[in-house]
T-cell receptor, first 111, second 116 residues
Framework: QKEVEQNSGPLSVPEGAIASLNCTYS??????FFWYRQYSGKSPELIMS????GDKEDGRFTAQLNKASQYVSLLIRDSQPSDSATYLC???????????FGSGTRLLVRP | EAGVAQSPRYKIIEKRQSVAFWCNPI?????LYWYQQILGQGPKLLIQ????????DSQLPKDRFSAERLKGVDSTLKIQPAKLEDSAVYLC??????????????FGPGTRLTVL
């Protein structure tokens, strides 16, 4: 059973701090990883994708992938109250390229 | 560019009734997905289409759920008869390419189903 594990949280950080969200996955053959943000009552919104080991930066967001450790993370710099949401980690890359999602980490950014 | 469209946004039915959801993907996207998201969980894939062919329906409860994608564009997901445990948000997503692991999926607003 291929799985994605995330801490459900909530992760509470003060405004302006760095929020670190983590995800582990069970399949060493996984090729692609995605971070989605989901506000309460809304649908998931793609914020980052990463395919290679190392870091990928996009604005205040940095995704980090370590395939050897089967670990992917998302860093949010200068966290804002508007970043308060559930962050879903997903991996894809099996034969049907479907995404397998974790259950999400709830992030709370305190003003 | 218009996003994925879904309707209805909300639906309340009684158990054993039937319900249908509609999805229109992003223009030009060949692959369409239906997910079920139960409160507190991540989305779970129900069925995946490439154009109008089924790629993966391994997690679709086929005794009560059915889906079709005629003409390779719009898709309909049906539940008949509904059970209490079907209460969830049904999300439609689409992606441009199939056959690539670099396959970013974009979600519609979802349909929130409540079964009483």
């Amino acid at each position: 059973q291929k799985e994605v594990e995330q801490n459900s949280g909530p992760l509470s950080v003060p405004e302006g701090a760095i929020a670190s969200l983590n995800c582990t996955y069970s399949d060493r053959g996984s090729q692609s990883f995605f971070w989605y943000r989901q506000y309460s009552g809304k649908s998931p919104e793609l914020i980052m994708s990463i395919y290679s080991n190392g870091d990928k930066e996009d604005g205040r967001f940095t995704a980090q992938l370590n395939k050897a450790s089967q670990y992917v993370s998302l860093l949010i710099r200068d966290s804002q109250p508007s970043d308060s949401a559930t962050y879903l980690c997903a991996w894809g890359g099996d034969s049907s390229y479907k995404l397998i999602f974790g259950s999400g980490t709830r992030l709370l950014v305190r003003p | 560019e218009a996003g994925v469209a879904q309707s209805p946004r909300y639906k309340i039915i009684e158990k054993r009734q039937s319900v249908a959801f509609w999805c229109n993907p992003i223009s030009g996207h060949a692959t369409l997905y239906w997910y079920q998201q139960i409160l507190g969980q991540g989305p779970k894939l129900l069925i995946q289409f490439q154009n109008n062919g089924v790629v993966d329906d391994s997690q679709l409860p086929k005794d009560r759920f059915s889906a079709e994608r005629l003409k390779g564009v719009d898709s309909t997901l049906k539940i008949q008869p509904a059970k209490l445990e079907d209460s969830a948000v049904y999300l439609c997503a689409s992606s441009f390419d199939f056959g690539s692991s670099y396959n970013e999926q974009f979600f519609g607003p979802g349909t929130r189903l409540t079964v009483l």
